[in-house]
T-cell receptor
Framework: NAGVTQTPKFQVLKTGQSMTLQCAQD?????MSWYRQDPGMGLRLIHY???????DQGEVPNGYNVSRSTTEDFPLRLLSAAPSQTSVYFC??????????????FGNGTRLTVT | GEDVEQSLFLSVREGDSSVINCTYT??????LYWYKQEPGAGLQLLTY?????DMKQDQRLTVLLNKKDKHLSLRIADTQTGDSAIYFC????????????FGSGTRLQVQP
């Protein structure tokens, strides 16, 4: 099993550019989520999905879009990149959102810099 | 609202015990988790505790939960240099928004 795979590992964008961060999991997990990690602020939830076709906003959704057309994939789209979106982005998945049988499996992250 | 707080840094000597503390504000939290992040990697689940428990032990790890004070701690016995990492406390609910709320992380430095 590959687990949770995120691509790319590093990305530099200019302000105003758009891009998609890819996330795929091969564990047949229903729940997937995107977090951003900033120094001193821990992980903040951007968007999440409890199954194919279902997405919802997290704590910091502005400037990001998601879709969940398949169980395996959960891409995160930056519509018009801003320097405030410079961060490390983590995708995570689990069997269910919260519970004893639901450890979140994290990808290795995408380090994004917006200039 | 939900808020999870941790101290930012802890330094210990190899072989000593480490205690990482966390406080949370939401009394309806159902599960409380400890995750570990090594450099350049994602987070990995270390252990969790259900809100009706006071203590959970797993090899070198002991989790203590004080529900009255909304205080969670992680004790690592016989701390090794390989334990150097960032440790995140997180809380979750079985109802409402189905997502974990993470603290800002505690960087543990183990000195030889």
């Amino acid at each position: 099993n590959a687990g949770v795979t995120q691509t790319p590992k590093f990305q530099v964008l200019k302000t105003g550019q758009s891009m998609t961060l890819q996330c795929a999991q091969d564990m047949n997990h229903e729940y997937m989520s995107w977090y951003r990690q900033d120094p001193g602020m821990g992980l903040r939830l951007i968007h999440y999905s409890v199954g194919a076709g279902i997405t919802d906003q997290g704590e910091v959704p502005n400037g990001y879009n998601v879709s969940r057309s398949t169980t395996e994939d959960f891409p995160l789209r930056l519509l018009s990149a801003a320097p405030s979106q410079t961060s490390v982005y983590f995708c995570a998945s689990s069997y269910e959102a919260v519970g004893s049988n639901s450890p979140l499996h994290f990808g290795n992250g995408t380090r994004l810099t917006v200039t | 609202g939900e808020d999870v707080e941790q101290s930012l840094f802890l330094s210990v000597r190899e072989g000593d015990s480490s205690v990482i503390n966390c406080t949370y504000t939401d009394s309806s939290s159902t599960y409380l988790y400890w995750y570990k992040q090594e450099p350049g990697a994602g987070l990995q689940l270390l252990t969790y505790i259900f809100s009706n428990m006071d203590m959970k032990q797993d090899q070198r790890l002991t989790v203590l939960l004080n529900k009255k004070d909304k205080h969670l701690s992680l004790r690592i016995a016989d701390t090794q240099t390989g334990d150097s990492a960032i440790y995140f406390c997180a809380e979750g609910h079985l109802t409402g928004r189905r997502a974990l709320t993470f603290g800002s992380g505690t960087r543990l430095q183990v000195q030889p």
